[in-house]
């Protein structure tokens, strides 16, 4: 009996190709979600630091030409008070940019001399002089409006405090060589005992006032090296001799 198929081979069914499984592909470096994001954020501290640092540009620029203003006003208000000053000065006597003013060295002059009890040669025409002479240096200082000149233009209070104890100062200095001219001319008219005791009072008054003068010519000069007008070599600033006031 045959045997059916005997020496025949089934064949195997050939083998399935692998199954293609999806490759993920990397996106460029730079389009990376978290690459952009890290660049964003670095751009947004970048354009932070740069607003930051032209907005301190922009207030320093605005506060540095506020500060040229403002030295420039302050210089403008110390030259005219230097004007008024100086003016009102040299009428009464002379001016040196290293030594106090020498004020009426005329009437200094007979009042020493009526000290004596002697009535000096022209001295009712010296203390007429005077007299006239202080009221016309007096009066544009006492009109003048220093107070509105150094105010609301930088100044801090010391240099308000030159300024202004400067202005009363030489002011007060100049009534009182005024007042001693005064008392002057009633010694030359006094009986002889009465003269030298008239003329003591004159020239307590006039010590008094060169004092004053002293005071508040420190003052100016302070006043006017604050704001960079050196009238001479000063060693430093010093404090005010007093309090503002006009």
């Known amino acids: 009996m045959a045997i059916k198929g005997k020496g025949k081979t089934r064949g195997r069914p050939a083998a399935r190709?692998?199954?293609?499984?999806?490759?993920?592909?990397?996106?460029?470096?730079?389009?990376?979600?978290?690459?952009?994001?890290s660049l964003a954020l670095v751009a947004g501290l970048l354009l932070m630091v740069f607003a930051v640092w032209?907005?301190?540009?922009?207030?320093?620029?605005?506060?540095?030409d506020r500060a040229a203003t403002q030295a420039?006003?302050?210089?403008?208000?110390?030259?005219?008070?230097?004007?008024?000053?100086?003016?009102?000065?040299g009428k009464v006597g002379t001016l040196s940019p290293s030594a106090?003013?020498?004020?009426?060295?005329?009437?200094?002059?007979?009042?020493?001399?009526?000290?004596k009890?002697?009535?000096?040669?022209?001295?009712?025409?010296?203390?007429?002089?005077?007299?006239?002479?202080?009221?016309?240096?007096?009066?544009?200082?006492?009109?003048?409006?220093?107070?509105?000149?150094?105010?609301?233009?930088?100044?801090?209070e010391g240099q308000v405090s030159w300024f202004l104890n400067s202005q009363t100062r030489i002011v007060e200095s100049l009534e009182l060589?005024?007042?001693?001219?005064?008392?002057?001319?009633?010694?030359?008219?006094?009986?002889?005992?009465?003269?030298?005791?008239?003329?003591?009072?004159?020239?307590a008054i006039q010590t008094k006032a060169a004092e004053l003068l002293s005071d508040g010519w420190s003052d100016y000069q302070n006043a006017l090296g604050s704001?960079?007008?050196?009238?001479?070599?000063?060693?430093g600033l010093t404090g005010p001799t007093g309090a503002a006031g006009t």
Do not use: C
């Open 17 to 37: 190709a692998p199954r293609r499984a999806p490759v993920h592909v990397k996106p460029p470096f730079f389009l990376r979600r978290w690459v952009q994001v």
């Open 54 to 64: 032209v907005t301190n540009y922009l207030r320093q620029q605005r506060a540095d």
């Open 72 to 89: 420039s006003e302050q210089r403008t208000a110390g030259q005219r008070w230097k004007s008024q000053v100086e003016g009102a000065l």
């Open 100 to 115: 106090l003013p020498a004020l009426f060295p005329d009437l200094a002059t007979t009042i020493t001399g009526l000290q």
């Open 117 to 156: 009890g002697k009535v000096p040669d022209g001295a009712a025409t010296t203390v007429k002089k005077a007299k006239a002479d202080a009221k016309l240096a007096v009066d544009p200082l006492k009109k003048y409006d220093l107070t509105g000149e150094v105010r609301a233009i930088g100044m801090d």
């Open 177 to 203: 060589y005024s007042q001693a001219a005064t008392n002057a001319a009633l010694a030359i008219t006094a009986a002889h005992d009465q003269r030298a005791a008239l003329a003591d009072a004159a020239a």
């Open 227 to 235: 704001v960079q007008i050196f009238e001479s070599p000063l060693q």
